[in-house]
């Protein structure tokens, strides 16, 4: 019997215990390097620790094994093959288990302890399992009190190694931690050993074996070693590779970190790496989002077209929108693009998110501007056709009605004209506001111009109710408004159209709703008008002439008649006023009255009135006598058009003196802005030209208008002059006017003479001027022949009758 701890000293190779030692020694750094790499890896826990177990078991079953074949206890000693390799069986797959249960059971105590037994255990049982395999040669006994020692020493080291093992990254932790696996390995060994008693025996036939010797034990520790040093340079390498990948790492993230947009890369639907704008987007840590799943990032709605994705190569996909939801669960818009990368050695995919809040949020404002007024914040025309067409279709099928109010203000230019642009904004702003404070949410009023609306009424069966609305809409209007500490008062007219008796589609209701709004414009604005069949062929009328009058200059359609204005003592001619006349090829001559209010309507007055001046100019710069020509200036030429310029030009151009030019014009130019008017006179009258006031009487405030611009003369108008010798008011205004403009020193010429009576009346007045049928018609060719001019002198040959009121 040979008592082992007895005789370790003489009965020992030493040089095969230092091996062996050594051999411990490098197993177990190289297991706690390996189990730190596993904790950076990435990779699947089982695969992660796989290397870290087969070092270590290997380094049990190498130490044991080499410190077995340094024995010698003075016979020949075999070990039974499948218990040999057994053991190595039993201490790697016992290792892969305990560390496998240490990592996943780290957090609690309870946990430590069983990776720790489990460890212990599989250090135990390959120690063991070897000794038996010295049942071959010998006859072993074991020492009870010992085997639990060497159990409990076993156990006990491993558990300290493996709660000391939770922070490898640090080289101190790691020698640390080599040092307790060391303990735990020989620590059982060697107390182990003192348990067995061998005594031994004669070989058994028929059994599987291999004889102990220092060869054999140098080859064991030879092989061993080389794979030690194998698991060292391998795990050097990955440390190289693992230093690497984290410089590279640590590159991408900071170019990440610099970048707008959202990065993360994901491996089979769990995220590996996130950078900053990722942590701010989903409102988490890195630590949070980083191992969690893709989808658990996206809106669930968005998870079958993500699991689509999955399904492409990266390099056919193209960017989609998605929703991403924050930690707080709000859902926020994002693009995202995504590329197949290598990541860690292994392919991975990075995806890239761009944040498309402000993009929607821009769009959301165009749309809106787009279809808005920019002003009042009302839908615009297009908004306005886009819902007006639904809204028929709707009434189609529940069989209801749609009315369209058109509404246009009142003398909302004046305001522009005497506050400026902006007050007239300010007012347009608090129109909308009034009146829709008159319909429901469910109607639809849109501004289409400058100061038209369009009220849309859905529903609407009854034609009284509608009134009644429309009605509200324009008496609000009149109500004043507040306009910078001005008070504005301004009106409205408003044309109303049904569905669908005046119309069937949204162009033809709201072209019915605008004929109705024309009406009242031209019955004197400030009402409400229904459409009428007829006031669409009215309208077609007038929009046909005002297309034919747009061309009538270019086509040579317009002419200019003159008639003759006689001095009121003698008969003889002094002026001829030019009267404007259309020669239309279809109609014939087309008189003033129809035409002239669609020119000024449509701003075609200021074309027309150049080309009268011009035209009456030409003409009068060739007559053989010095006669005076008078043109007529509509008051809106007047005020858009520069008259003085065009006057001095067409001057120029002919050569006329400016003293034969009278320019006529009405007492409405001063309504909208006296002083305007009054400098554009003064200009006038700096040009040499005579100035007459037109239909004198027939206004407001003629007086007033008198003080404050000196004309050269009056022109009565005819209106008086056909009710004189039956009307003894009549004359006495005409005698009140007459009197008038010669107590202001200016001449009074009267129009419409058309009889004898009538002219010996005004000749008894001493009226300077006379114009009328009874001299002569307008003609579009002056008739001066001296058989004429005798017959005009006759008439004024008998002496003047008393006039009697």
């Known amino acids: 019997m040979i008592r082992v701890l007895t005789c370790v000293a003489q009965q020992h190779d030493l040089r095969l215990v230092a091996l062996s030692a050594l051999i411990c020694a490098l197993g177990c750094f190289a297991t706690a390097n390996l189990m730190a790499r596993a904790e950076v890896s990435g990779r699947p826990l089982l695969r992660a620790l796989m290397p870290a177990a087969i070092i270590f078991g290997g380094s049990i079953w190498s130490l ?3 410190a077995m074949l340094a024995f010698r206890p003075g016979a020949q000693v075999a070990y039974d093959l499948d218990l040999t390799a057994g053991s190595i069986v039993v201490a790697i797959v016992g290792s892969l288990a305990a560390l496998c249960l240490g990592r996943r059971l780290s957090s ?22 070897g000794v038996g395999a010295m049942a071959a040669s010998s006859l072993v006994l074991f020492d009870p009190a010992y085997v639990v020692a060497s159990i409990l020493v076993s156990v006990a080291f491993s558990t300290v190694a493996l709660a000391r093992a939770g922070a490898l990254a640090r080289l101190g932790r790691r020698i640390e931690v080599t040092g307790w696996l060391a303990l735990a390995i020989c620590g059982l060994h060697f107390t182990g050993m003192t348990a067995v008693t061998v005594a031994p025996i004669m070989l058994r036939e028929g059994e599987s074996y291999v004889l102990g010797s220092t060869p054999l034990a140098l080859a064991v ?17 990955q440390q190289h590779l693992s230093q690497r990948d984290r410089g590279e790492l640590s590159r991408m993230r900071l170019l990440s970190n610099l970048a707008h947009e959202v990065l993360f890369i994901h491996r089979d639907g769990q995220v590996l790496e996130v950078n900053d704008a990722g942590t701010r987007l989903f409102a988490m840590s890195s630590d949070e989002i980083i191992g969690r799943p893709v989808l658990d990032l996206f809106s669930q709605a968005d998870t079958p077209a993500l699991l689509r994705r999955t399904r492409c190569r990266s390099e056919d ?13 709000t859902l926020v818009p994002v693009e995202l693009s995504c590329r197949t990368i290598e990541f860690g050695g292994k392919p991975a995919t990075a995806v890239a998110l761009r944040d498309l809040t402000d993009r929607k949020r821009d769009e959301a404002r165009i749309r809106h501007l787009a279809l808005h007024d920019a002003l009042t914040n009302l839908p615009n025309r297009y908004l306005l056709e886009q819902r007006l067409g639904p809204a028929l279709d709707a009434a189609a099928l529940d069989g209801t009605g749609v009315a369209v109010i058109y509404l246009d203000l009142d003398r909302f230019k004046a305001v522009n004209d005497l506050h400026g642009h902006a007050a007239g904004d300010a007012l347009l702003v608090q129109v909308a506001k009034r009146m829709l404070t008159e319909l429901r949410p469910t109607d639809t009023l849109a501004r289409v111009g400058g100061d038209e609306f369009v009220a ?43 569905y669908p008796g005046d119309g069937s589609t949204a162009e033809t209701l709201l072209r019915a709703a605008d004929t109705a709004l024309y009406r009242v414009k031209d019955e004197g604005r400030g009402a409400v008008r229904f459409f009428e069949a ?17 061309g009538a200059i270019a086509r040579d359609e317009l002419r200019l008649f003159y008639q003759p204005i006689v001095n009121g003592r003698t008969g003889e001619i002094e002026t001829f006023e030019a009267l404007i006349r259309w020669q239309h090829p279809e109609r014939g001559f087309v008189s003033p009255a129809e035409f002239i209010p669609v020119a000024e309507q449509t701003e075609l007055i200021g074309r027309i009135g150049a080309w009268v001046i011009d035209t009456a100019c030409a003409a009068s710069a060739a007559w053989p006598q010095p006669w005076r020509v008078s043109v007529n200036v509509s008051p809106i030429q007047f005020r858009q058009s520069d008259v003085p310029a065009l006057v001095a030009a067409a001057l120029a151009r002919h050569g006329l003196e400016p003293s034969r030019l009278v320019i006529e014009i009405t007492e409405s130019v001063f309504i909208q802005d006296a002083s305007t008017a009054v400098a554009v006179l003064t200009r006038l009258r700096e040009l040499g030209v005579r100035l007459a006031l037109d239909d ?39 005698r009140a006017i007459v009197n008038l403009g010669h107590n202001l020193g200016l001449h009074v010429t009267v129009e419409g003479v058309e009889t004898t009576e009538q002219l010996a009346i005004l000749r008894e007045l001493r009226c300077e001027q006379m114009q009328g049928y009874l001299f002569a018609r307008p003609a579009p060719m002056l008739g001066v022949s001296e058989l004429e001019l005798a017959r005009l002198r006759a008439l004024f040959a008998t002496p003047a009758m008393k006039a009697h009121a």
């Not at 520790?221 to 390498?237: F, N, P, R």
């Open 221 to 237: 520790a030879a092989v061993s070693l080389a794979i030690l040093i194998a698991g060292l340079v391998a795990l050097a390498l």
């Open 108 to 129: 609690t105590p309870l946990g430590i302890t069983l990776a720790g037994t489990v460890l212990g255990l599989a250090i135990t049982g390959m120690h063991y399992l």
């Open 534 to 550: 007829a006031m669409d062929a009215e309208l077609q009328a007038r929009q046909r002439l005002e297309h034919e009058l747009g």
């Open 696 to 734: 004198f009487g027939t206004g407001y405030s003629s007086l007033s208008y008198l003080q404050q611009f000196r004309f050269d003369k009056l022109k009565v108008d005819q209106s008086f002059v056909r009710r004189l010798g039956h009307d003894a008011d009549t004359l006495a205004i005409v």
């Open 317 to 329: 996909l193209r960017p989609e929108e998605f929703e991403i939801r924050t930690a707080a669960g």
């Open 64 to 66: 044991h094994f080499v």
């Open 456 to 498: 849309v009424l859905t529903g609407a069966r009854a034609p009284q109710r509608v009134a009644e609305i429309a009605g509200r809409l324009v008496d609000g209007l009149r109500r004043p408004f507040r306009i910078d500490d001005h008070r504005v008062e301004i009106g409205a007219s408003a044309g109303v159209a049904f």
